[in-house]
């Protein structure tokens, strides 16, 4: 690749892609990257990532291999290297074994350009063998949070990436990420074991056209009030947050009463009508849209003008998230966190939920093996009923399924479809498991979380953009526009 020394790299743009100019940070990523560094990027979504891999992928002859744990989005992600010329594939569960076969024997002969994988795809002694031969020109990590304990998306397979990185002898690293704190930051460099040798780019964080706002309500009417006196239609999309489907229900009737339209996004909802609100939502311009905090997730719209939080979001990493939803067009956007004390014991029960602890982790476990086939025919139902939490909406059940999965001990949900009852059961949890994830200590963590993040909506000092990106390791500087900072 020696004509990279020769052009700048906006020629090397231009030349391969339909783009005049580079966003944000991607040419300060790929300087580096085209150097051979390893490096971390902490990248918002929108933000320009992919190009991040798709240029070195088109201008190697070797391969460019990009481990995701979302399998959902790989095959839009390929077709778009695709439409850009770019020889690339996907590997994952969905695909039948001869595919598969075929798409090993052509990575093998070196075939591709770029190829995207999940971790899990590394235990598959067929795949390892395929690039045994393949020089590999960059190992990218999406969405590298997944690597800690600390992230809010642990993903075990992640903490072996550099084992994996060995096999592939070592070869640069690009770590990608929206969300990570100094703390998680540091935590994915020492997995990597790049913590003596990359370079950290922080990318562009910078919510510019974001007015941000936080006020304490003292009940849920006081918040209603506030909604109702900032909500504007006019123009563009909104969403609503709420932690709880029985607020969110509550204001809808309010909303309704009003005569301003909208449509809910929830658990609760049948599958086809959460399609449907959500292709409504997508196909038009003005939609207010009532949900829980998973909507919006992998959603690509660019006019949404405002975003409400009802209650105290987890995070300040789930809050960050949700609020970078508004404005992607970069015309201005405002987020506003409607918040009280009572907010807490309820974002205190989500987390106890999340992390369940190691009896009930064990119950459920021995509930399975016994009781296979009642748990097929019923589902998790069958085992709130069995653990006698008749409240429908305790999904500790969910979560302890969820962990189990990940541990090798069920077979994972995604599966269950093409299982029989017998095949449902992989091995018994050991100690091993429960130390090497211990769900006291995550659960732990989540509360500070959580407190970081009321602490942030209490705070009357500091700029809450600057105290946000200080957060997440980068320089605090004052947005000019947040309700503090307006004071
Ligand atoms: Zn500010």
Not at 76 to 88: E, F, N, P, V, Y
Not at 174 to 191: M, P, R, S
Request: proline share 4%.
């Amino acid at each position: 690749m020696s004509q990279k020394s020769v052009f700048p790299l906006v020629e090397i743009l231009k030349q391969n892609f339909p783009y005049s100019a580079f966003i944000h940070s991607q040419e300060k990523i790929l300087k580096l990257v085209l150097q051979k560094k390893n490096v971390l990027g902490l990248m918002p979504t929108g933000a320009g990532k992919s190009l991040c891999y798709q240029l070195p992928a088109k201008i190697t002859k070797d391969l460019v291999l990009v481990i995701s744990p979302l399998i959902a989005l790989m095959q839009d992600q390929t077709q778009k290297a695709q439409d850009l010329g770019i020889r690339a594939t996907f590997i994952n569960s969905s695909l039948s074994a001869e595919e598969k076969q075929k798409r090993y024997e052509k990575i093998s002969k070196g075939e591709y350009q770029l190829v995207f994988v999940t971790p899990e795809r590394f235990r598959k002694p067929d795949f390892v063998k395929s690039l045994e031969n393949i020089n590999i020109d960059l190992l990218v990590v999406d969405e590298a949070h997944c690597i800690s304990q600390w992230g809010h998306d642990f993903r075990p397979d992640y903490s072996q990436i550099s084992e994996f990185a060995k096999i592939l002898k070592n070869p640069p690293l690009l770590a990608l990420t929206a969300t990570a704190t100094g703390e998680t930051q540091k935590d994915i460099v020492n997995k990597l074991n790049i913590q003596n040798d990359f370079e950290l780019v922080w990318a562009g964080m910078e919510r510019d056209n974001l007015q941000v706002e936080m006020s304490e309500a003292y009940e849920n009417e006081d918040k209603l009030e506030l909604l109702l006196k900032k909500l504007n239609t006019e123009e563009g999309s909104q969403i609503i947050y709420f932690l709880l489907i029985e607020s969110l229900h509550k204001v809808s009737v309010e909303l309704q009463k009003r005569k301003i339209p909208h449509k809910v996004y929830h658990g609760d909802l049948k599958n086809d009508q959460r399609r449907q609100n959500l292709n409504f939502f997508q196909k038009n311009d003005r939609v207010l849209m009532l949900s829980t905090p998973a909507f919006g997730l992998g959603i690509d719209k660019s006019n949404i003008r405002q975003v409400f939080h009802m209650q105290m979001p987890g995070s300040i990493e789930s809050y960050f998230q949700e609020i970078g939803r508004a404005g992607r067009d970069g015309l201005p956007a405002q987020a506003y966190l409607f918040y009280s004390e009572n907010d807490l014991p309820i974002s205190m029960e989500f987390i106890k939920w999340a992390y369940p602890e190691k009896e009930y982790l064990q119950r459920v476990f021995d509930l399975l093996s016994n009781y296979k086939t009642q748990f097929f025919q019923e589902g998790f139902d069958f085992l709130r009923e069995k653990l006698s939490f008749k409240n429908k909406r305790d999904y500790r059940v969910e979560a302890a399924y969820h962990i189990l999965a990940r541990w090798g001990c069920v077979q994972p949900l995604s599966l269950l479809n093409e299982s029989e009852p017998k095949d449902l059961i992989l091995r018994a949890p050991n100690s091993e498991d429960f130390t090497k994830e211990n769900q006291k200590i995550l659960f732990q963590h989540q509360n500070k979380k959580l407190l970081e993040m009321y602490q942030l909506a209490q705070n009357k000092d500091q700029c809450r953009l600057g105290l946000i990106y200080k957060y997440f390791g980068g320089p605090y500087s004052e947005c000019g526009r947040c309700d503090v900072c307006l004071q």
